[in-house]
Nanobody
Framework: VQLVQSGGGLVQPGGSLRLSCGAS????????FDWYRQAPGKGRELVAG???????LVMPSVKGRFTIARDNDKNTVYLQMNSLKVEDTAVYYC??????????WGQGTQVTVSS
């Protein structure tokens, strides 16, 4: 399994970013994906998830602001982040199929929300 993330960066509060996670080495249409984040000094927390059939789950802390989606033709999962807040600052990771092996995790993408 290989997950390659892109997107992220520095944005002002209220701004938007889109993260991408391209997957290879898996039968993409059969796999669920999650986005996690880890802020400095904190544990990794679930942000959003999407099942193989496209059902989504978004955690209360980001509900109404973040959206998860998948493009099965491009083998890519997205996290659209709108109305970003300073507290959204973290390293964001995608995960495939709930796997704990490092191969099931993307490399991480820094998102910094600051004025």
């Amino acid at each position: 399994v290989q997950l390659v993330q892109s997107g992220g960066g520095l944005v002002q509060p209220g701004g938007s970013l889109r993260l991408s996670c391209g997957a290879s080495g898996v039968t993409f249409t059969s796999v669920a994906f999650d986005w996690y984040r880890q802020a400095p000094g904190k544990g990794r927390e679930l942000v959003a998830g999407i099942t193989a059939s496209g059902r989504t789950l978004v955690m209360p802390s980001v509900k109404g602001r973040f959206t998860i989606a998948r493009d099965n033709d491009k083998n890519t999962v997205y996290l659209q982040m709108n109305s970003l807040k300073v507290e959204d600052t973290a390293v964001y990771y995608c995960n495939a199929d709930g796997g704990s092996d490092p191969a099931y995790w993307g490399q991480g993408t820094q998102v910094t929300v600051s004025s």
